[in-house]
Each structure stands twice: as C-alpha cells, then as structure tokens.
Antibody
C-alpha cells in the first residue's frame, strides 16, 4: 500500500526557515517524481513544485511564489522527499501536501497524497 | 502560467441529479488534465486523469470529457457522499495550476 507521511510542520516566525519531510513507503521511491501542493486556510490548492526521479535527472521546478525561497530535494536511500522553506512569509501559512503520480518517472497527476502538514507563519 | 477557470464556483443539487462542472484552460493543454475531489479536513483525491480516464476505485458515476481548452466533470446520479469541493488541474506545463474549485452541496 502506498503511503506518504509528512512531518516537520509547526509554528515559525516570519523570515525563519522550516523543513518538511515526506516519508514514503509501499513503492519504489526512486522511480517516481514527487510534488508538493499547499492549501492556505479556507483557500484552494496551489502547486508548489516538484522533483523528478533521479532517472530523469532529479531536477526541480517551482511556482513563482516560492522560487528562490523553497528547495525540494530527495533521499532515495531513505525514501524521503524534503521541502526546505526559507525566508518564510505570513502568506506561506498553509497545509502542505506531498504527492506521488500514477506513472513512474513522469509526473502527470497526483494519484497519492499524504495527510498534510500545517505550517503557520506568525510572529 | 496557464490559468484554469472553473464554473460554477458553487452549486447545490439533489440526490439523483446529473451534475456538470466545467473547467476552461487559458491555452490548449491537449488532454493533460485532471479532476480531484476534496472533502473537509481531508487530502484531495484523484478522480479523473488524462481528461477522461477514471482513477481506479472511483465510482463509475463520475466521468470526464474534453480536450484542448474545455473540460467537463459529470456526476451521472448524485449521491450524498459526493458533497465536496472539486478542483481541476492542468499537467501540460509547469506550474501545474489548479482551478479555483467548485463547492458542491446536496440539497
């Protein structure tokens, strides 16, 4: 059974950093691109970014709203994807989901989702 | 960025009704398009991928159609458990943008 579990959320002051982890199980992690999606309180879904599988270069892409502040990485030996968030702003307050697609290597949809991690940016 | 516009933003329908939600992309995205369902306090769930393919385990009353810029999600016979917010998403170009959501309530 595919499982994605986010951890590392919490309350953080503006301008500080926080790292989320997404621990995966039930599938061959290295074969899949992993994405991060967030949802501000009472708002819709926003795509944050993704990291390709190492077989496709392990490259990353980001939404403009987080580019230069957020970094996605992966440790295939541990089956963990990370979202390093720096220079946090109050508008980054959201539930952050990690997701996996339905196809190996190529991301075309988010077939599997974690339960989400709440990040609150406030002084 | 490719803008995704859903309509309506909300709707109310009765059990057994046929319900249609539409999504329009700001440019042609072929069939690189998905529909998700989200219930309060839960993670979204993939319903339809590649515009018209039903995700495994999703009831057959859900169907998707369209290509290019115009897409439709249809629920053939609305059930009480279908009360949720529905989102469309394009997977043609990054950023993989979502629509603003459609809140579906059961009368």
């Amino acid at each position: 059974e595919v499982q994605l579990v986010e951890s590392g959320g919490g309350l953080v002051q503006p301008g500080r950093s926080l790292r989320l982890s997404c621990t995966a199980s039930g599938f061959t992690f290295r074969d899949y691109a992993m994405t991060w999606v967030r949802q501000a309180p009472g708002k819709g879904l926003e795509w944050v970014g993704f990291i390709r599988s190492e077989g496709y270069g392990g490259t990353t892409q980001y939404a403009a709203s987080v580019k230069g502040r957020f970094t996605i990485s992966r440790d295939d030996s541990k089956s963990i994807a990370y979202l390093q968030m720096s220079s946090l702003k109050t508008e980054d307050t959201a539930v952050y989901y990690c997701t996996r697609g339905s196809r190996i290597h190529i991301w075309l949809d988010s077939a599997y989702w974690g339960q989400g991690a709440l990040v609150t940016v406030s002084s | 960025d490719i803008q995704m516009t859903q309509s309506p933003s909300s709707l109310s329908a009765s059990v057994g009704d046929r319900v249609t939600i539409t999504c329009r992309a700001g440019q042609s995205i072929d069939k690189y398009f998905n529909w998700y369902q989200q219930k309060p306090g839960k993670a979204p769930k993939l319903l339809i991928y590649a515009a018209s393919s039903l995700q495994r385990g999703v009831p057959s009353r859900f169907s998707g159609s369209g290509s290019g810029t115009d897409f439709t999600l249809t629920i053939s016979s609305l059930q009480p458990e279908d009360s949720a917010t529905y989102y469309c998403q394009q997977s043609y170009n990054t950023p993989y943008t979502f629509g603003q959501g459609t809140r579906l309530e059961i009368k």
